[in-house]
């Protein structure tokens, strides 16, 4: 089993920079794929971006070049830096994770076990 707990989520103008991080406690944690979803108020939730234990990378069209996804497993955590924001970046942004390789496209939601809380991100213009 993996706990994941997501930290570093504000208000933020935009243009503005964040990271979020994802901190994960349980076993295995090396073997899974990881994932960053968001929903936005109203919305459907996206999958965002993820990557696996050999660190291949998948993004959201809506954020490739602005967001990049990694992770450093020594300290079982999971990041996301979240740059050029704008508001419709706004929503809650949860981390998940999946045992063994992750989709050849961007995360789906539904194919992930373990989930966080979600995190706020606010951009205002």
């Known amino acids: 089993q993996v706990q994941l707990v997501e930290l570093g989520g504000g208000s933020v103008q935009t243009g503005g920079s964040l990271r979020l991080s994802c901190v994960a406690s349980?076993?295995?944690?090396?073997?899974?794929?990881m994932a960053w979803f968001r929903q936005a108020p109203g919305k459907e939730r996206e999958g965002v971006a993820s990557?696996?234990?050999?660190?291949?990378?998948r993004y959201a069209d809506s954020v490739k070049g602005r967001f990049t996804v990694s992770r450093d497993n020594a300290k079982n955590t999971l990041y996301l830096q979240m740059n050029s924001l704008q508001p419709e970046d706004t929503a809650v942004y949860s981390c998940?994770?999946?045992?063994?390789?992750?989709?050849?496209?961007?995360?789906?939601?539904?194919?992930?076990?373990?989930w966080g809380q979600g995190t706020q991100v606010t951009v205002s213009s």
């Open positions: 998940a994770a999946e045992l063994g390789y992750c989709s050849g496209g961007p995360p789906v939601f539904g194919w992930f076990k373990y």
């Open positions: 990557i696996d234990r050999y660190d291949t990378t």
């Open positions: 349980g076993d295995k944690y090396h073997r899974y794929c």
